[in-house]
Structures are given as structure tokens and as C-alpha cells.
């Protein structure tokens, strides 16, 4: 059975300009935070058999989950270990930041069992970080990289924003080449977003006027196609290389935990979140502001809308397996509608997006909301 279970840590060194993630700076409510965490975690109902036929997947995201004491976050996996009866071979990860670990961080991660480690990189070129207010430059994001090499972490990912003000596709390309030949086996891509209430939002609020929309979309196409080519194969929209077991099992539209302020899960058919404040969650670690029962239309739907972000698609098998109907038969005007934009392409197996559909992909998942 798999277990996949999501942990929050919703503190950061500084908040970047960008940023609309749920994290703060403020760390005062840190030691409190993770003893609600500890009380969410051994209080929580453990639901039987969900998601048969998958690994265990333990993740810990943020914000920075190395900000906190590494200690402090080693004794939430123990216990994530013990309550949850996690398999050896589960993948789990730790999300963090170049300026927020170093080796002997890292060593104490590698022992307490975290076997992949995802640096926000983000670019290792020192005008994109300043821009994007990143505290780290090119030199300390490669250390990092060494470091937790040197911890013994053979599966290191790396995120790498594009379409950043004065940013190159020669820069992208270069980066790409060069995390690929310090031994990095994943990349995450990500375009800039302006989100309303960010400081960027009032500097780039119209991105166009920064950034050519051309340009931003020709960096896209040439990053996946050189990952590709140097055995990073994308198998999502904004991933390529060792798949993320943790990250495929959202869009497999599997059953989750989700533990700390602001996280969402998914468990006995209900999503549900946690409020994004510290504060509240402190207070009472198992209150949920948002809960949405899925129905069996709803859970159709969402299987469209999430594989389609996959590179395999939505299969026809699967969906016959999964709700004993033809995809075909469902989503008839969908799929057609799809086709004449040339957004997907389908064939005996399932559908796929298509070059086009890559770049327009909201639009295409709109069909299934
Ligand atoms: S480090 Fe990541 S989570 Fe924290 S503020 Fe920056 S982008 Fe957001």
C-alpha cells in the first residue's frame, strides 16, 4: 500500500519578491509550530489501504524546510516513520535552499532516512538571482550541490526558473548543462508567475513589457528538448529526469496526508486544507478551513485534468479500470473540442498534449474543471 504524506514547513530566511507560497519570516511560533506538528501527526486517523500498488512517499516542503533546527525536523520524520510504518525503500524528500544547508546538515538528513533532496537553485547566474532577491549566488548553489553529494544524496534535484527580466535562453541552456554534469538527475522548470500581492506584482505587474512572451516560450521548448536529449526525459510539464514518485502520486489522483499550516490533502475521497496561518495552526493543528467532498464526476474530471499534465496522458485502460466507463464515451465533446485546437493528440492508449498544448495548457485543462 502506499502511503504518500506531505509536511509544510512554512518558514523562510526571507520572503522572496516573488513568492506566493505560504511562508513567513517571522520565526518565533517555530518550536510551537512543530510540537502542533508532532501533535497533528500522532493524532491523526490513519486511513487503511489507500493507494494500492505504489511506493511510500514521505515529502517535506515549504517555505524552507532547512531553515528550522535539522534535528527538530529529523524527529518529525522518525515519527512520520513510526506512525505511518513507512517502507524502507519509500522516497523521501527534503526540499531546501542553497543558503539554508551545508554538509553537516545534509549528513544528518542522509541518517535520518531522506534519500532525495530538491535545491531551489532557480538560476546560477548571479544578475537572474539578484533579481529574483535570492540570498544565494552561482557559487554557493554548486556548493550545495557538492555538499549533499558528499552526504551521500544520489537523488538531487534542482529547480530552475525561466523567463526572468534580462534572463537568456544561452543562460538556461548553460545552467542546464552545468547542474546536469554535476551528477543532478531531476529538474524542475518553472516560468516566472506575477501573483497579485507580491512586491513583483507592482514591478512586473504586465511581465509582457520585461519579458518577450515568445522568447519566454522559446526557453521552455529549448530547456525540455536539451534535457531531453541529455537523459532528462520531461514526464511532466515542468519536470524532467528521475521521476518524483511523491509529486507523480498528486497527479495520479492518489489518496495523501497533509500535515502543518496551509498544507492540502486528499484522504477518503474529501481534499481538504489547513489554514495558511501559524498562528491558527498552533492553536488547533487539526482544524481544516476548506473541505470538498469528490464525487465520482469529480474524481473523473480531476483524472483528465491531472494526467494531462504528464507526459504519458490520460490512458484509456486506466480510466476504464479506475471508473468502469469509456473515456471516449465520457469525455466525447471534451476530447473532440481538444482536437480541433490541436491541443491534444489522441490515439489507441489515451491523450496527450501536443506541442501547442504545452503552451496552452490552462486552457486545455479547462475542459475538465
Ligand atoms: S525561499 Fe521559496 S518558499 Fe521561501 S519565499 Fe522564496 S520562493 Fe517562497
Known sequence: MGKHIYIHIPFCERKCAYCDFYSIEDHHLLEQYFDALRK???GVTIVPDVNPDTR???????????????????????LVRKRFCINKDAEITIECNPNSVNYSKFLKYREAGFNRVSIGVQSLHDKTLKILGRLHDRE???????????????????????????QTKDDILEDAKILIDRGVCHISMYSLMIEEGTPFYDRYRNIEDFVDPDLERDMYHSLRDFLSANGLEPYEISNCGKMSEHNMSYWKGMEYYAFGAGASGYLNGIRFSHPRSVKDYVKDPFHVDEEEKVG??????????????????PSKEEFQKRFNKSMDDVFANEIKRL?????????????????????????????FV
Open 56 to 78: 511510500d512517499t514521505v515529502y517535506f516542503g515549504g517555505g524552507t524546510p532547512t531553515v528550522p533546527d535539522a534535528n527538530l525536523l529529523c524527529d518529525i520524520l522518525l
Open 339 to 367: 482536437c480541433d485546437q490541436e491541443l491534444i493528440v489522441v490515439d489507441d492508449k489515451g491523450i496527450r498534449l501536443t506541442h501547442k498544448g504545452l503552451d496552452l495548457a490552462n486552457q486545455a485543462f479547462e475542459e
Open 40 to 42: 497533528e501527526i500522532a
Open 140 to 166: 554557493r548553489a554548486l556548493e550545495s550541490i557538492e555538499e549533499a553529494k558528499m552526504a551521500g544524496f544520489e537523488n538531487i534535484s534542482c529547480d530552475l526558473m525561466i523567463g526572468v527580466p534580462s
Open 296 to 313: 465520482i464526476s469529480g474524481k473523473m474530471n480531476e483524472y483528465m485534468m491531472l494526467m494531462l499534465r504528464t507526459s504519458d496522458g
